[in-house]
């Protein structure tokens, strides 16, 4: 039987090392944006009237946290599907994709790429919460989608800086360690949020991810 070679310690405590390197710069950038830009959100090379993901996408880390800081909560945005994309802010990022494709997808089989959020209907219930799901999609069939992972929805005051913020909990449904999962979203317009995603076992907000949810046009097939 041909023996099979373990990695060393050192490669453990060198690969420790880089991903303790990475989560203090994802926090400090993070604390730069939260704090560096105190009279108002950063300068920006558009208009939030007729921002965009891709104009997001373009933006470091400090200056999207420093926007969302400074946008007003998303209290009730509309019900129906929004298209997410999770953007390129800090070292952790390939880390977010592979966390929300992979490791947080429990959709059917072959729904491999997490696509967004639904919100559902306002409760009729003075007060209810509103809930959700997030969406996930076919790599190579994006018109066919399975829903999963749900959440309550409700404005609340925000962990990271007090201020209020539309949080989705998935404390309820998703486990121990998913359980301690939350978003924060601010609106940029109407019809795009800018939001913040922490999971409480892996540093909780002050790591948190950044992604975006833009109201979609249509709806496809879902696989519930």
Same mark, same amino acid.
């Given at each position: 039987i041909p023996m099979v070679k373990l990695p060393t310690l050192p490669?453990?405590?060198?690969?420790?090392?880089?991903? *303790?390197?990475?989560?203090?710069?994802? &926090?400090?950038?993070g604390l730069y944006g939260l704090h560096s830009f105190p009279d108002g959100p950063p300068s920006l090379p558009f208009t939030l009237? @007729?921002?965009?993901?891709?104009?997001?996408?373009?933006?470091?880390?400090h200056k999207l946290v420093a926007l969302w800081h400074h946008l007003d909560a998303a209290e009730t945005p509309p019900p129906g599907?929004?298209?997410?994309?999770?953007?390129?802010?800090?070292?952790?990022?390939?880390?977010?994709l592979f966390i929300s494709h992979t490791l947080w997808n429990d959709a059917p089989r072959g729904y491999d790429r997490w696509a967004g959020k639904v919100f559902e209907e306002v409760p009729a219930a003075p007060g209810g919460s509103r809930m959700g799901m997030n969406r996930f999609s076919r790599?190579?069939?994006?018109?066919?989608? $399975?829903? /999963?992972?749900?959440?309550?929805?409700?404005?609340?005051? /925000?962990?990271i800086d007090g201020r209020r913020s539309l949080t989705l909990d998935y404390s309820a449904e998703n486990g121990l360690f998913w359980g301690t999962m939350?978003?924060?979203?601010?609106?940029?317009?109407?019809? #795009?949020?800018?939001?913040? @995603?922490?999971?409480?076992?892996? *540093?909780?907000? #002050?790591n948190?991810? &950044?992604?975006?949810?833009? $109201?979609?046009?249509?709806?496809? /097939? @879902?696989?519930?």
């Amino acid at each position: 039987i041909p023996m099979v070679k373990l990695p060393t310690l050192p490669y453990f405590t060198a690969a420790a090392a880089a991903l *303790g390197a990475a989560i203090t710069t994802n &926090v400090g950038q993070g604390l730069y944006g939260l704090h560096s830009f105190p009279d108002g959100p950063p300068s920006l090379p558009f208009t939030l009237d @007729g921002a965009t993901p891709a104009d997001l996408h373009a933006l470091p880390r400090h200056k999207l946290v420093a926007l969302w800081h400074h946008l007003d909560a998303a209290e009730t945005p509309p019900p129906g599907r929004y298209d997410g994309t999770i953007l390129p802010a800090g070292p952790l990022s390939p880390f977010s994709l592979f966390i929300s494709h992979t490791l947080w997808n429990d959709a059917p089989r072959g729904y491999d790429r997490w696509a967004g959020k639904v919100f559902e209907e306002v409760p009729a219930a003075p007060g209810g919460s509103r809930m959700g799901m997030n969406r996930f999609s076919r790599k190579q069939k994006r018109d066919e989608e $399975a829903l /999963s992972r749900r959440f309550v929805m409700d404005p609340r005051a /925000s962990s990271i800086d007090g201020r209020r913020s539309l949080t989705l909990d998935y404390s309820a449904e998703n486990g121990l360690f998913w359980g301690t999962m939350r978003d924060e979203l601010r609106q940029v317009r109407p019809g #795009l949020l800018l939001g913040l @995603g922490s999971i409480g076992a892996l *540093g909780g907000a #002050l790591n948190s991810a &950044v992604f975006c949810l833009e $109201a979609a046009p249509s709806g496809p /097939s @879902g696989a519930g």
